[in-house]
């Protein structure tokens, strides 16, 4: 009995029923939409009381696709889509017509500093090693589109690692920019969904300069923080002057809706090192985190 073979399944794989199926003869049961898969079905699985389990698939999908690729944690980077690099922010002007455009082109253009702060930042927190389970940790995730998020994936291109690109579909045309790791490029159609996988895997973040949806996304991980229902990351804000011109936060304490102890959930900072120095700062008050970094 040494040499008996016990067969691992017995059942096919669902591909490869999935292939048998094609090759079925046609008659008008097997031509009627019922008689697909369900798994192949795509009308069924779009209709409106699949939603949940859409839900489920887009959870599902970009959770393996991260663990397949060993990755246990990720730094991640929001800000607007609209700061233009600095090597192309003249050109930004030079199509600006009128003087409101020119005032918001110039505006634009005196934040594209911050292009090179996220590439820079995003070059250093990619290079930090694995563990010793070989697991990776503070991979660079951006929502994948351009500007800020570009800089952060060209940030981790420039010293040779992977980066994540969470993107969303958007009723005017758009596409993932080249720098992100194309098997680790990601696509969405539930915001709700790509919001809980920027911060599942989250152990610090930097939010640049940006409008609705860079507020959207900060605000979310603010309230997550206040109310206890996440443990706290680092949470670096970059461009003091932007925030607090944007944003009153003394305003909503003096006001008594935020409380003071609130004010330190993030911090103020201008810089790579400046950013990655409050993260190392943070992980060597908190050893009970398990996130050690020289």
Known sequence: ????????????????????????????QTENPAYKLAFQDLDFLLREDLRPVRFQLELLKTQLVLDEANIASTFVFYGSARIPEPAKAQALRDLAVGEEAIRIADSLIAKSKYYDVAREL???????????????????????????MEAANRGAADVGQESIGLNIVLPHEQAPNPYVTPSLSVQFHYFALRKMHFLLHARALAAFPGGFGTFDELFELLTLIQTGKIAPIPVLLYGRDFWNRVVNFEALVEEGVVSPRDMNIFKFVETAEEGWQVV??????RPETGVVLD
Do not use: L, N, W
């Not at 009995?1 to 008008?28: C, L, N, W, Y």
């Not at 995003?122 to 930090?128: D, G, I, N």
């Open 280 to 285: 190392r700062d943070f992980y060597r008050e």
């Open 122 to 148: 995003a070059a250093k927190v990619s290079q930090f090693p694995r563990d010793t389970e070989g697991k990776r940790h503070f991979v660079v995730c951006s929502g994948g589109g351009p500007s800020i």
């Open 1 to 28: 009995m040494s040499d008996t073979h016990v067969p691992s399944r017995v059942f096919p794989r669902a591909r490869q029923d999935a292939e048998t199926a094609k090759t079925g003869i046609s008659t008008p």
